[in-house]
């Protein structure tokens, strides 16, 4: 298997910290599969389509639920399809090849070229998923059942593939794989982002949003926290109502962009009469 050997550096679209960008080098180097984790909205899906537009190569997406089974990824074999052509068509049904489908780990296998293969969300499926995967990630091939035909990679993909830790992975596959946790970004890392994706803004009021921002996020009763997809659409509805820093010191307009759950807002808005209430406190004055 000739494996080519790619550098990343991230993407026009993607901002890449230094430590990530090494361990996806590092992950294809090795020609192992990235399990990334980090919390929703940290950029994990992103990441397999930033390195298949540096690198230039297709992607494949395999979206995991939870009744997704890991021969899915392989092949189908449509049996209705062959049953419906055996009673109405006019085809030879014998040939059962022209009735296999392969999956999505199947056509990266098949490709012509290195593909990037997403498989996101793995811990969405069964507990025997990922073990079920070991020995096709292994091998890089898998056998047709009922045709006998190998399907064997020509090159090695780049297999990313993303958790949010909703279960555990078995020890036999982590063993396998290359680990990143994707950091929420801080504030320096976070201005590239948010330039990326709104180049011409203020300096003055991006400072104002960050700081709104990483303070709705520093409440750690939340229990779902804006994430950086929230904040780019956030600043997005901003600039279109023409939102202003002085506004926004004295505010947070349209939370509903940044909170999504009823008991968050709630807690907001607790936490904002709590700050409220202290602000007018005198330190000299006694209420007892």
Known sequence: MNDNINKYEGSDDYIASEELSSIVNASIVLGRPLLVRGEPGTGKTLLAMSIAKSLNKKLIIWNIKSTTKAKDGLYVYDTVQRLNDSRFGDKDVSDIEQYIRLGELGQAFDADE???LLIDEID??????PNDLLN??????????????LVKAKYRPIVIITSNNEKELPDAFLR?????????????????????????LEKNLLDQILTKFYELRSINTLKKKPSTSELIDWIAVLLRFGITEEKLA???????SLIKKEQDLMEISRVSRQKSYKSYESPSRSYY
Do not use: S, W
Not at 250 to 255: A, D, G, Q, S, T
């Open 114 to 116: 290195q593909v990037v």
């Open 124 to 129: 969405k499926a069964d507990i025997e998923f």
């Open 136 to 149: 096709e990630l292994d091998e890089m091939a898998f056998r047709v059942i009922e045709t006998g035909r």
């Open 176 to 200: 396998r794989c290359v680990f990143h946790y994707i950091e929420f970004p801080d504030k320096k890392l976070m201005r590239k982002i948010v330039n990326v994706h709104h180049p011409n």
């Open 250 to 256: 004295e505010e947070i307009p349209f939370l509903g």
